[in-house]
């Protein structure tokens, strides 16, 4: 149970041009989904915060308008990488976490590799 | 800002050997969490810690976190090939929602 799937797993663009990426939980409902960007052999940084039908909340320094966050439904968010540039290209996760027993845990995706040329 | 750092930042043993990570935050935790990500993988769950000095097992892993709840560290008993990845830990402040990552420990086995 608690599985978390990611559309597409790898994208290469043009620079100038806009990705989504989409964030499934397949047997729960995510009342809460997490984005992060994780570069080469470094740690996840928590880019946003979604909940389901609000707004999602922004970490410091991470542009809204750049990247912008959809939470449409208690199974699916997305990430849009809008006027992407090469700096963008990174390894994008989402996560997901429930209600009751699985509120403290984050189901991570596995992961969009996105390369901006 | 709340920070979470863990050492080493890289370990390599030979396999059969123990491996320790430590996780230390500048700030109190209402608890900790284990994650491994193997190479080219996304992380993976491991387990949350939550009361001070709790210790928990699995298998030939061994979770700590410290009484003061600042600091946590996981220890593998005579590593396997299987073990490589780089193992997060993940702290929750008092009082804030948001899970802040480690900076994480690779480990590689040599066969």
């Known amino acids: 149970g608690a599985v978390v799937s990611q559309h597409p797993s790898w994208v290469i663009c043009k620079s100038g041009t806009s990705v989504k990426i989409e964030c499934r939980s397949l047997?729960?409902?995510?009342?809460?989904m997490f984005w992060y960007r994780q570069f080469p052999k470094q740690s996840l940084m928590l880019m946003a915060t979604?909940?389901?039908?609000?707004?999602?909340?922004?970490e410091q320094g991470v542009e809204k308008d750049k990247f912008l966050i959809n939470h449409a439904s208690l199974t699916l968010s997305t990430l849009t990488v809008t006027s992407a540039h090469p700096e963008d290209s990174s390894f994008y996760i989402c996560?997901?976490?429930?209600?009751?027993?699985?509120?403290?845990?984050?189901?991570f995706g596995p992961g969009t590799r996105l390369t901006v040329l | 800002g709340q920070q979470v750092m863990q050492i080493p930042q890289y370990q390599h043993v030979q396999e059969g050997e123990d491996f320790t990570t430590y996780c230390n935050s500048s700030t109190t935790l209402s608890n900790i969490q284990w994650y491994k990500q193997r190479p080219g993988g996304h992380p993976v769950f491991l387990i949350q810690l939550v009361k001070s000095g709790e210790v928990k097992k699995q298998k030939r892993l061994t979770f700590q976190f410290g009484e003061a709840k600042k600091n946590s560290s996981l220890h593998i008993t005579a590593t396997q090939t299987t073990d490589v990845g780089t193992y997060f830990c993940?702290?929750?402040?008092?009082?804030?929602?948001?899970?802040?990552f480690g900076t994480g420990t690779r480990l590689t086995i040599i066969p």
């Open positions: 047997d729960f409902q995510a009342t809460t």
């Open positions: 996560s997901a976490s429930g209600r009751g027993g699985l509120a403290d845990t984050q189901y």
């Open positions: 979604s909940n389901e039908g609000s707004k999602a909340t922004y």
């Open positions: 993940a702290g929750r402040p008092l009082g804030n929602e948001k899970l802040t």
